[in-house]
């Protein structure tokens, strides 16, 4: 089996290091605008060679697109007037604006969305490691637009990485995607703006902060290359829970403010039956 992975950063790396390494790829090309990621992918031995596009769509069997989202939906009618018998796969974080532009797509039935629900904070070749797929949920969306073979070859991909497979409706992907992903790097990216401008005043911040701190904060580390694309692609659902979110932080404002500490407590009382679905 010949996989072709256009864009080699955190996803697209560590598929091909477990692809690989479980035997399901023989060959792994590696695609990337950026030479810096493929001379790194090369170096660190996530690919075996390097190609032109057009020449490792010819000989793959499945291409799997790994790049933002502004690029992906750009790339993916292209890539799909190219095909023969081939199969690609994005792994995306949205998906209604993808398919949308592709619906009419001769070839549209080559195609497999899914989104692999696995990352880090982190990103680049440097950022890919083993096992990151292990045992999470990836998502499918839209498979009745697919042919079936093409849906059953990438069912046994993730069945190989190992990962569970979950079957939505693009619109319901983004939205649940909006709620479980997209809000908490917003969350994470806003505490770390609110916490870096009272530093420049209070230079002791950081020698305080605990684990804590450094768990919710994480994301914030993720990249603006590829989250600003996600949050444009996502606006509606995005807004949406934003919009939730806020109200719910200025519940606790204003219950602060009015010294209402039963009502704070009724809050977190509430908050707290997030651990019987998350342990």
């Given at each position: 089996?010949?996989?072709?992975?256009v864009g080699?950063?955190?996803?697209?790396?560590s598929?091909?290091?477990?692809?690989k390494?479980n035997?399901?790829?023989?060959?792994?090309?590696?695609v990337?605008?950026n030479?810096?990621?493929?001379d790194?992918?090369?170096?660190r031995?996530?690919i075996?060679e390097?190609?032109?596009l057009?020449e490792?769509v010819?000989?793959?069997?499945?291409i799997?697109l790994?790049?933002?989202m502004?690029?992906?939906?750009?790339?993916?009618?292209?890539?799909?007037?190219k095909?023969d018998?081939q199969v690609?796969i994005?792994?995306?974080s949205?998906?209604?604006?993808l398919?949308?532009?592709?619906k009419?797509?001769?070839?549209?039935?080559r195609?497999?969305a899914?989104h692999?629900?696995a990352g880090?904070?982190?990103?680049?070749?440097?950022a890919?490691i083993?096992n990151l797929?292990d045992?999470k949920?990836t998502?499918?969306?839209?498979?009745?637009?697919?042919?079936?073979d093409a849906v059953?070859?990438i069912?046994?991909?993730?069945?190989?990485?190992p990962?569970?497979?979950?079957?939505?409706d693009?619109k319901?992907h983004d939205?649940?995607t909006?709620?479980v992903?997209?809000?908490?790097?917003l969350?994470?990216?806003a505490?770390?703006l609110?916490?870096?401008d009272?530093?420049?005043?209070?230079?002791?911040?950081?020698?305080?902060?605990s684990g804590?701190?450094?768990?919710?904060?994480?994301?914030?580390?993720?990249?603006?290359?590829?989250?600003?694309?996600?949050f444009?692609?996502n606006k509606e659902?995005?807004?949406?829970v934003?919009?939730?979110?806020?109200?719910?932080?200025?519940?606790?404002k204003?219950?602060?403010e009015?010294?209402d500490f039963k009502a704070?407590y009724q809050?977190?009382e509430?908050?707290?039956?997030?651990k019987?679905?998350?342990?």
């Open positions: 089996m010949t996989i072709t992975i080699i950063g955190l996803i697209g790396g598929m091909a290091i477990s692809l390494e035997g399901f790829a023989d060959t792994i090309i590696g990337d605008i030479s810096d990621n493929v790194k992918a090369i170096r031995r996530l075996d390097t190609s032109t057009d490792a010819k000989r793959s069997d499945i799997i790994s790049t933002p502004d690029a992906l939906v750009e790339l993916l009618p292209k890539l799909l007037d095909l018998k690609v994005d792994v995306g949205t998906k209604e604006k398919l949308q532009g592709v009419n797509h001769p070839k549209r039935g195609f497999v899914t692999p629900m880090t904070e982190f990103s680049g070749p440097e890919a083993p797929f045992h949920c998502v499918f969306c839209d498979v009745e637009d697919s042919d079936e059953a070859l069912q046994k991909m993730y069945a190989s990485l990962m569970s497979i979950v079957y939505l693009a319901s939205l649940h909006a709620y992903s997209h809000i908490s790097h969350s994470s990216f505490l770390a609110t916490v870096l009272k530093e420049k005043d209070e230079n002791r911040i950081f020698e305080l902060a804590g701190f450094s768990s919710t904060v994480r994301l914030a580390k993720s990249s603006p290359d590829m989250w600003t694309p996600i444009r692609q659902h995005v807004l949406d934003l919009s939730q979110h806020i109200q719910v932080l200025n519940q606790f204003s219950s602060i009015n010294d704070v809050l977190i509430e908050a707290n039956v997030i019987r679905i998350i342990s």
